[in-house]
Nanobody, 118 residues
Framework: EQLVESGGGSVQVGETLTLSCAPS????????MGWFRQVPEKGREFLAT????????RYSDVAEGRFTISRDTAKNTGYLQIMNLKPSDTAVYYC????????????WGQGTQVTVSS
């Protein structure tokens, strides 16, 4: 499955943004969906993951509190809401399908750019 992210853009500090992730065709078939972000010259940073069937969201320390991961199985779409955006949230955000452990991810999307300005 090829995943496609959307919802990125240029926003102001303090605003809320919701990113979406869905397969380009067909249904989401992985066990879980994960969200990551990357800035230039840095590795990809894990943010959150959710079991597609059971829910049970989990967050990194960075994401805990301001980020909310969710999914709508009827719409075949996952979401990442980011509240109170900060300039340090500026990055390319990616979604991916993951295995049962939450340690292996694949079928990465192409990413969506989020730019936060003050």
């Amino acid at each position: 499955e090829q995943l496609v992210e959307s919802g990125g853009g240029s926003v102001q500090v303090g605003e809320t943004l919701t990113l979406s992730c869905a397969p380009s065709e067909g249904t989401f078939t992985s066990y879980r969906m994960g969200w990551f972000r990357q800035v230039p010259e840095k590795g990809r940073e894990f943010l959150a993951t959710i079991s597609w069937r059971l829910g049970q969201p989990r967050y990194s320390d960075v994401a805990e509190g301001r980020f909310t991961i969710s999914r709508d199985t009827a719409k075949n779409t996952g979401y990442l809401q980011i509240m109170n955006l900060k300039p340090s949230d500026t990055a390319v955000y990616y979604c991916a399908g993951g295995d049962t452990t939450g340690k292996q991810y694949y079928n990465w999307g192409q990413g969506t750019q989020v730019t936060v300005s003050s």
